[in-house]
């Protein structure tokens, strides 16, 4: 972005270990923007934008058309008021020392200490919607104590009310329902100069007084452009496109303003209004225009320039509510002001002067109550170019120009070259032999920008080695003491909320970076191999989990592994073992036993249980240990591994180690003992019946559950069942139709009754 534009400005910050802490950067696009409309902006942070986890600070504003618009960005490694400072420090830097007129953030104390220190000048307020979501769940309860205190609460926040009205009708509230002591009433009126637009009335906020434009712009970023899981450059690249997509939006509002448009009324100021403002501005003003035919004017008997406005329907049960607003409407000297500052405040007529003008039949309204960044004129030209991308060539050409000229030559010839195959090949010849001359000259300007980059790096080198040679003692040596020079990734930040140890708040550092996606593997021409994931190795190399190459020298693995160790029951879970130890650790390709066997004592992730695994590790110990020597200690270890074991019992070793019968390690040990023991004691030679138990009846008897008595059994008592149910439904049908002949009343039976009759 530097590159195509000189005036995007960035900075970061790194901590004592060279790693990036805060970054903070604006197009020139953003920075123009905040010429024209930045005096009043919002400033908020959402999390999980990234994968670092750094919180994303944007400071959003409002343009001419309404829309939320982007000023500036920032990523910050912690909440703490020096991060604070510094990001607001390098915006007002990138401003050009421009301070807001009006700041709304959340209630962030570091935020709020940050502020008044790099803002002197501007007015600090407080969001509504995060107060008032702050104490959502004490004011639920009295809602529910007290159904109509809601809506008077919300009427007495949304009424243009003045400072003392305010406090007037707030007193009232608490008397009423008796809220003296109620904690929640207690600390909204002891924060209420920092949300109520009742104290802040005559301060320019440009209809904001909530951060939702930033929290709408969070969610645009997050729905749309980035992912939890993106690096760096990545984001940077999504929020650049999301700052492009605003603009486009900005543009398309733009050329819609510039339509016609047709006046509801016959009122000069209307025509006026409809002529200078934009058409999303125009819209405001002429909604509140309809709504100001519901008020009622008279004239005040001590000036005549005086109004009184107030609404037809004025309700009873408020007494602050049947307030008259004053207005001081004089044409002579073109004042017209109204006692609720919504002017003011906002840079819009209220509906009380709109009913003012109506009454008055005004023709003009005078032009400094017009305000320029509301206007259709409202974007100014700076000193610097505003765009972000180069819409020029070095000697001056339009690049869009040149692009509708080639575009329509090309189309020229693709229409009239199609209708022969020899024109077609002709044709096709020349854009190829025009494609690859274009690539040759391609490479010919890299070729000499490298050339420029490397002597450059010689003649520095040399500078350098004069210097510590002292051939050039009158030439003041320069320190090269750049520590931005090698930037390490920034770790994982912690954010609000999160689950982190009282360590790791101290230090200020967390875990390393989650791993993200992996990159795609390149092949000779520099294409991705692949879209898809490994899941063995966990990389993007065109081969899946059967093809890998891991799993195939996992296999070479186990039967090795099988050949010192020999066949055992657990081969499958030793399988996934040494699975996920290649993809966690490169092992080369190699066929020495030696080498390819695995340690026991590591912890590797398998797909079952985690206590299977630990109980298994016990086993295949003291199975090694019965195989070397047969000692008395073996059966003291096994005794106290039955005690500690699992809560169910093995059928097999009659031992609670955390297995059954089917993976019972001593499972073929045990059973050629019984066998040699039946031998000695009947003479006669025993066989097993089998290895594997039933799924049905969990027992090793030589079958399977298909072959399963028990499931014959089952089967043949469901069908039983089920022709008797057939048998019963056959038999009722049978009785409802003889019932149905009996009570039939067709005409034929109705004949056959008479004649009885």
């Given amino acids: 972005m530097k590159k195509e534009n000189e005036n995007f400005f960035y900075d970061y910050k790194v901590d004592d270990e060279n790693r990036l802490e805060n970054v903070f950067w604006s197009n020139a696009s953003s920075r123009a923007a905040y010429a024209d409309f930045g005096d009043c902006i919002t400033f908020d942070t959402t999390y999980k934008s990234n994968k670092h986890h750094l919180p994303l600070a944007v400071f959003v504003g409002v343009n001419n058309h309404l829309q939320s618009t982007i000023f500036g960005v920032a990523l910050m490694g912690n909440e703490s008021e020096e991060s604070f400072k510094w990001v607001f420090s390098r915006?007002?830097?990138?401003?050009?020392?421009?301070?807001?007129?009006?700041?709304?953030?959340?209630?962030?104390?570091?935020?709020?200490?940050?502020?008044?220190?790099?803002?002197?000048?501007?007015?600090?307020?407080?969001?509504?919607?995060?107060?008032m979501n702050k104490h959502k769940d004490p004011l639920k309860k009295l809602y529910k104590l007290f159904p109509d205190l809601k809506d008077q609460l919300t009427a007495i926040l949304n009424h243009p009310l003045m400072p003392s009205e305010f406090e007037d009708a707030w007193k009232a509230l608490i008397e009423k329902y008796n809220l003296h002591d109620i904690n929640v009433m207690i600390n909204l009126w002891a924060e209420r100069k920092l949300w109520i637009s009742a104290y802040w009335k005559e301060v320019f906020c440009a209809r904001m007084?909530?951060?939702?434009r930033s929290e709408s712009m969070n969610f645009v970023l997050k729905r749309g452009f980035v992912t939890e899981r993106d690096n760096l450059h990545i984001f940077a690249k999504q929020v650049n496109n999301c700052v492009q997509?605003?603009?486009?939006?900005?543009?398309?509002?733009?050329?819609?303003?510039?339509?016609?448009?047709?006046?509801?009324?016959?009122?000069?100021?209307?025509?006026?209004?409809?002529?200078?403002?934009?058409?999303?501005?125009?819209?405001?003003?002429?909604?509140?225009?309809?709504?100001?035919?519901?008020?009622?004017?008279?004239?005040?008997?001590?000036?005549?320039n005086n109004y009184l406005v107030h609404h037809y329907n004025q309700s009873k049960e408020f007494a602050w509510s049947r307030h008259e607003f004053r207005v001081l409407a004089d044409e002579a000297e073109g004042r017209?002001?109204?006692?609720?500052?919504?002017?003011?405040?906002?840079?819009?007529f209220c509906h009380h002067v709109i009913a003012?003008?109506?009454?008055?039949?005004?023709?003009?309204?005078?032009?400094?109550?017009?305000?320029?960044?509301?206007?259709?004129?409202?974007?100014?030209?700076?000193?610097?170019?505003?765009?972000?991308?180069?819409?020029?060539?070095?000697?001056?050409?339009?690049?869009?120009?040149?692009?509708?000229?080639?575009?329509?030559?090309?189309?020229?010839?693709?229409?009239?070259?199609c209708s022969s195959e020899a024109k077609f090949q002709i044709a096709l010849s020349a854009f190829r032999d025009a494609n690859s001359r274009l690539d040759n000259k391609d490479a010919e300007l890299e070729n000499n920008e490298d050339a420029e980059m490397e002597n450059n790096e010689q003649s520095s080198n040399q500078d350098n080695t004069t210097r510590e040679t002292g051939e050039q003692n009158d030439i003041p040596q320069a320190e090269n003491n750049d520590p931005y020079a090698d930037i390490q990734p920034p770790l994982v930040?912690?954010?609000?909320?999160?689950?982190?140890?009282?360590?790791?708040?101290?230090?200020?550092?967390?875990?390393?970076?989650?791993?993200?996606?992996?990159?795609?593997?390149?092949?000779?021409?520099?294409?991705?191999?692949?879209?898809?994931?490994?899941?063995?190795?966990?990389?993007?190399?065109?081969?899946?989990s059967r093809t890998c190459k891991a799993r195939q020298?996992?296999?070479?693995?186990?039967?090795?592994?099988?050949?010192?160790?020999?066949?055992?029951?657990?081969?499958?879970?030793?399988?996934?073992?040494?699975?996920?130890?290649?993809?966690?650790?490169?092992?080369?390709?190699?066929?020495?036993?030696?080498?390819?066997?695995?340690?026991?004592?590591?912890?590797?992730e398998d797909e079952t249980d985690d206590e299977e695994y630990e109980q298994e590790d016990e086993d295949e110990d003291i199975t090694e240990q019965e195989e070397t020597q047969n000692t008395p200690d073996v059966d003291d270890k096994l005794e106290n591994l039955n005690k500690k074991g699992g809560q169910r019992k093995c059928s097999v070793c009659n031992l609670r180690l955390g297995h059954y019968a089917s993976t019972c390690p001593n499972k073929e040990k045990i059973l050629q003992q019984q066998i040699i023991e039946r031998q000695t004691s009947d003479g006669a030679i025993v066989k097993p019946k089998g290895v594997k138990a039933c799924g049905t009846c969990n027992k090793i008897r030589g079958h399977n559950s298909r072959t399963c008595e028990r499931r014959q059994l089952e089967e043949q008592l469901l069908h039983l069942q089920s022709t008797e149910n057939d048998s019963n439904t056959m038999e009722d049908r049978s009785k409802e139709k003889k019932n149905r002949k009996k009570t039939q009343t067709t005409p034929a039976a109705i004949r056959r009754s008479t004649r009885k009759r």
């Fill in 91 to 131: 915006f007002l830097e990138c401003m050009g020392g421009k301070q807001p007129i009006c700041i709304l953030t959340d209630q962030c104390p570091a935020m709020a200490k940050a502020i008044p220190k790099i803002f002197p000048r501007t007015l600090h307020k407080f969001c509504r919607w995060h107060i």
């Fill in 209 to 212: 007084t909530s951060t939702q």
């Fill in 245 to 304: 997509a605003r603009h486009e939006a900005e543009n398309a509002e733009a050329n819609a303003s510039t339509g016609t448009r047709k006046t509801v009324t016959r009122y000069g100021f209307e025509a006026q209004v409809m002529d200078k403002y934009t058409r999303a501005v125009y819209s405001v003003f002429r909604e509140r225009q309809y709504h100001s035919t519901a008020f009622r004017i008279k004239t005040s008997q001590d000036n005549p």
């Fill in 336 to 348: 017209y002001e109204c006692e609720c500052k919504l002017w003011e405040h906002t840079g819009l």
């Fill in 356 to 417: 003012v003008f109506e009454n008055l039949r005004l023709d003009e309204i005078p032009s400094k109550y017009i305000l320029q960044r509301y206007t259709k004129d409202a974007v100014t030209n700076p000193d610097f170019n505003r765009r972000d991308y180069r819409t020029t060539t070095e000697d001056g050409t339009s690049i869009e120009y040149r692009r509708t000229i080639l575009y329509s030559e090309a189309v020229k010839i693709i229409n009239k070259r």
């Fill in 493 to 544: 930040a912690i954010t609000k909320g999160s689950k982190t140890t009282d360590a790791a708040r101290k230090n200020g550092k967390c875990k390393p970076p989650v791993p993200a996606r992996p990159e795609p593997e390149l092949d000779e021409y520099g294409r991705p191999k692949g879209t898809r994931i490994c899941g063995t190795c966990n990389k993007i190399d065109g081969h899946n």
């Fill in 553 to 604: 020298l996992a296999k070479k693995l186990l039967e090795t592994h099988e050949k010192v160790y020999g066949p055992t029951a657990s081969s499958g879970n030793i399988k996934v073992r040494i699975r996920n130890l290649l993809a966690r650790q490169h092992i080369p390709e190699t066929d020495d036993e030696e080498k390819l066997d695995t340690d026991e004592g590591e912890c590797f």
